[in-house]
């Protein structure tokens, strides 16, 4: 699976959009983004996932860009309990639907302040 | 069936005693993952299951640990002669084989050698 960098940590103002970006340039074609986050003491949490197109959930909207060297995970308005550690993930979604590991790396801290 | 459920959560134990921790994935899900995580890392995958078969196990999993789900159900971890170096959060997570939507994590047990 391809690997991930994220910057290490991030803030922003509590109802404001929150922006995390991730590059993962050595990306393959059959290759999806995962966004997962980790709120302290918790387990993570899955988000959102895509593979070329922009998707947005409830939770959250990503933005693929066109070459799919990087993303951005968007929370349109971060409330307090957005704070968490959000990891970025890629990997193949095996023929069948069949599942595999997920490769976490450290993640980006984001921190929503008052 | 409101989630992953994983016990304990805490456990606290003197080093060279052995462990065992459970974990109930959600019913209808028949792929079920242990992880491990320590400070400021992000989770490191272990093993996973898919029913009671063990179709992967990492190179993290010394012979001193052994995962088994015996029914394809519940799954135990136990790790013999614990080290201090066993200290970590273990995560357990499951998901659907059909098709995936993300997987669903427990809180997790956090254990603590002495």
């Known amino acids: 699976d391809a690997k991930t960098t994220q910057p290490p940590s991030m803030d922003c103002a509590e109802g404001r959009a929150a922006n995390l970006p991730c590059n993962h340039s050595t990306i393959s074609g059959n290759e999806y983004v995962y966004w997962y986050r980790q709120i302290h003491s918790q387990g993570p949490q899955y988000i959102i996932h895509g593979l070329k197109n922009n998707e947005t959930n409830e939770m959250a909207s990503l933005i693929i860009t066109e070459d799919r060297k990087s993303s951005t995970l968007i929370l349109p308005h971060a409330t307090l309990r957005d704070t968490a550690v959000y990891y970025c993930i890629v990997r193949v979604e095996e023929v069948g639907g069949a599942n595999s590991k997920l490769t976490f790396g450290k993640g980006i801290t984001l921190s929503v302040r008052p | 069936d409101t989630g992953v459920s994983q016990n304990p959560r805490h456990k606290i134990t003197k080093r060279g005693q052995n462990v065992t921790f459970r974990c109930d994935p959600i019913s209808e899900h028949n792929r079920l993952y242990w992880y491990r995580q320590t400070l400021g890392q992000g989770p490191e995958f272990l093993t996973y299951?898919?029913?009671?078969?063990?179709?992967?196990k990492s190179r993290l999993l010394s012979d001193r640990f052994s995962a088994e789900r015996p029914k394809g159900s519940f799954s135990t971890l136990e790790i013999q002669r614990t080290e201090q170096g066993d200290s970590a959060m273990y995560l357990c997570?499951?998901?659907?084989?059909?098709?995936?939507?993300?997987?669903?994590f427990g809180s997790g047990t956090r254990l603590t050698v002495v």
């Open positions: 299951f898919q029913n009671e078969a063990q179709l992967e």
């Open positions: 997570a499951s998901s659907p084989r059909q098709k995936f939507y993300g997987y669903t």
